[in-house]
């Protein structure tokens, strides 16, 4: 059975760092697109970013561009989110989501949306503190 389960979340400070992390079981993830979404208290979900493989792509929303990098770890089948240089705006719920190339290939779009990912991991809560 397909599981997401996102780990990491919490307190963090301006300026500071978090790792978020989505463990994956039940999937091979060299065939499955990976993205990081996030929820606001009354707002939209909204993409971070994407990573799939064949080809090898990531892509970043221009929020997190230059401040979160997503990798992936084979060997224990997680897609980490670092998160730096952290803001009051980033906090929210975060969630990590999975679909196979074979239905979309979302990070080969312009912009990767929720919609496009049929897996869910529940989220975990980042607090960003002002």
């Known amino acids: 059975q397909l599981q997401l389960v996102e780990s990491g979340g919490g307190l963090g400070q301006r300026g500071g760092s978090l790792r978020l992390s989505c463990e994956a079981s039940?999937?091979?993830?060299?065939?499955?697109?990976i993205g990081w979404f996030r929820q606001a208290p009354g707002g939209a979900r909204e993409g971070v970013a994407c990573?799939?493989?064949?080809?090898?792509?990531?892509k970043y929303s221009d929020s997190a561009r230059g401040r979160f990098t997503i990798s992936r770890d084979n060997a224990k089948n997680t897609v980490d989110l670092q998160m730096d240089s952290l803001k009051p705006e980033d906090t929210a719920v975060y969630f990590c989501?999975?679909?196979?190339?074979?239905?979309?290939?979302?990070?080969?779009?312009?912009?990767?949306?929720?919609?496009?990912?049929?897996?869910w991991g529940r989220g975990t809560q980042v607090l960003v503190s002002l």
């Open positions: 989501a999975a679909v196979h190339l074979t239905r979309a290939r979302p990070c080969l779009a312009s912009a990767f949306q929720p919609d496009d990912f049929n897996y």
């Open positions: 990573s799939s493989k064949l080809p090898d792509t990531t």
């Open positions: 039940g999937l091979d993830l060299d065939v499955y697109a």
